[in-house]
């Protein structure tokens, strides 16, 4: 199994499947809020949403890992310390200031700072790790995908930075910075253990963590559950459990530069998504702003002669 996540044929494949999965979950996650009654100021039910979602699909993980008999093969005590932080960092503390953020914004503007963590991961990487070189390539990749992410929140005569503030934009930077340090603890993790079970374990805890975070928050209404709200729930658990297993796999085996430029691609496709699942409209940009990430992509990954 290992071959597939090292081949570079299958890396554009897998990173190109988890990004579409990722993408896929914000529809649905829309669609979970509606069927499970939780408001659109109901912060403690958002996160109690998210950490059933993550704690399941962390249990989902971990039991598929112990069936083929792997093993978390740490070498040190010390080394749970990352394996926790990977939970905090990549989880708990990355989606609660997401969902604190988009309680407090737009969409649009929510859209395109959280679309910097991939990017801060990026430059991270560059300075963390020997095998990812800054280049100029990485830079104009970098602004290509940016300004595709830019371009498909561009409203006539709208200003998409007016009204800044701490709760709204400041919350989904912050969510982009823990994605941004997330990906880079995913990287030393999967260099002191299985990264697969770590995944599992990591999600575990991070969706505990949650729930325990919504729980603080206060929820102003029981989760009303129903098969349709169970439904949407389970594909939100597969999408969680099987993209965060396979993109941990990529990042532990490819420089991270590669992979997380095709982050980008999560919003445009939401958006595509969005309008064939929930009949939101589908502008003209949104085609522009396909080709400018899928050449941002090409751009980083191209290979020097």
Same mark, same amino acid.
């Not at 403690?44 to 979602?53: C, D, N, P, V, Y």
């Not at 989760?223 to 349709?228: A, G, V």
């Given at each position: 199994m290992d071959n597939i996540f090292q081949n570079k044929r299958y890396k554009v494949i897998l990173a190109i499947f988890c990004a579409m999965g990722w993408s896929l979950a914000y529809p649905f996650i829309k669609a979970g809020y509606a069927l499970f009654m939780i408001s659109s100021d109901d912060l =403690?039910?958002?996160?109690?949403?998210?950490?059933?979602?993550f704690f399941l699909a962390g249990?989902?993980?971990?039991?598929?890992?112990?069936?083929? =008999?792997?093993?978390?093969?740490?070498?040190?005590?010390s080394d749970i310390f990352f394996l926790v932080l990977l939970a905090v960092v990549n989880t708990t503390l990355h989606y609660m200031f997401a969902y604190i953020g988009l309680s407090n914004n737009l969409s649009s503007r929510s859209t395109i700072l959280d679309s910097m963590g991939g990017f801060f991961l990026i430059f991270l990487s560059v300075i963390f790790f020997e095998d990812d070189k800054f280049n100029i390539k990485k830079v104009l990749g970098c602004i290509l995908g940016i300004s595709g992410i830019v371009l498909i929140n561009i409203e006539p005569n709208g200003l998409i930075f007016d009204n800044i503030t701490f709760k =709204?934009?400041?919350?989904?930077?912050l969510n982009a910075v823990c994605a941004g340090f997330g990906g880079v603890i995913t990287r030393i993790v999967s260099r002191k253990m299985s990264i697969a079970l770590a995944t599992g374990y990591s999600m575990t805890i991070g969706g505990l963590l949650l729930m325990i975070a919504g729980g603080c928050a206060g929820i102003k209404n029981p989760? &009303?559950?129903?098969?349709?709200g169970i439904v949407v729930?389970?594909?939100?658990?597969?999408? &969680?459990?099987?993209?965060?297993?396979?993109?941990?796999?990529?990042?532990?085996?490819?420089?991270? &530069?590669?992979?997380?430029?095709?982050?980008a691609l999560i919003p445009v496709l939401g958006v595509f998504f969005s309008a064939l699942i929930l009949n939101e409209p589908l502008k003209w940009q949104y085609f522009i702003a396909v080709c400018l990430v899928a050449v941002g992509i090409w751009v980083v990954n191209k290979k020097d002669r």
């Open positions: =403690g039910g958002k996160l109690l949403f998210a950490g059933i979602r249990v989902f993980v971990t039991v598929i890992c112990k069936v083929r =008999g792997k093993k978390l093969d740490v070498k040190k005590k =709204g934009d400041g919350m989904i930077l989760l &009303s559950f129903n098969f349709e729930l389970g594909i939100l658990v597969m999408i &969680s459990a099987v993209c965060f297993a396979i993109y941990n796999e990529l990042l532990a085996f490819h420089p991270i &530069s590669e992979i997380a430029i095709y982050n």
